[in-house]
């Protein structure tokens, strides 16, 4: 029950673009680098560390809304993220943005999506056990991630993970909008009638 309420509370959070009262969720213990066991993410903003045994951390992220996702890793470690749907298929990844940083911008819809982060060298392993290294769009039909993982050397040390969720605009009027247009118009074309 409690882990319900504490899915219901991010995806509420998330939707408004808003964070908890505290700074940010720290990872507890050791986030696994396999997408089926990942740590439930509970705010926009994602602390750990990379340790010398440690070959990359995932985050499960459940968004309540869709909107224009932007994904800002720091840290002491050269950083390199990749984001995943919900059915575990790699969308896109970014080695460097800005010197060590990783920045990936990506619109999303509501759902579940996951974040893998690691230093320099991480790679998506499918479950056929291809590797691409998370920069830039996947290979085509590079199927569904299993795990990331570092497959050269491994640099420790700390990261941040800055999520931002920005709503986009369709341009399409939602059902209640219209409905008070139209209440309104047809206020208006009684009005009409009555002076008439």
Known sequence: MKTKLNTLSLAFLLAAG????????????DA??????????????IQGTIDQGDTGDVYRLVFATGGLLTINATGQIDTNIALFDAGFQALAGNDDS???????????????YYIGIGDYAMYAISASNQAWFMDGLPPAGFGTVSRIENLISIDPGAYTLTLSLQPRSNGVPEPATLGLLGLGLLGMGMMRRKRA
Request: proline share 0%; aromatic share 4%.
């Open 18 to 29: 808003m964070t908890t009262a505290h700074a940010a969720y720290i990872e507890s213990g």
């Open 32 to 45: 696994s680098n396999d997408l089926a066991s990942a740590q439930l993410a509970t705010d926009m903003q």
């Open 98 to 112: 800005n010197s060590l940083d990783s920045m990936l911008t990506y619109v999303i819809g509501a759902g579940t």
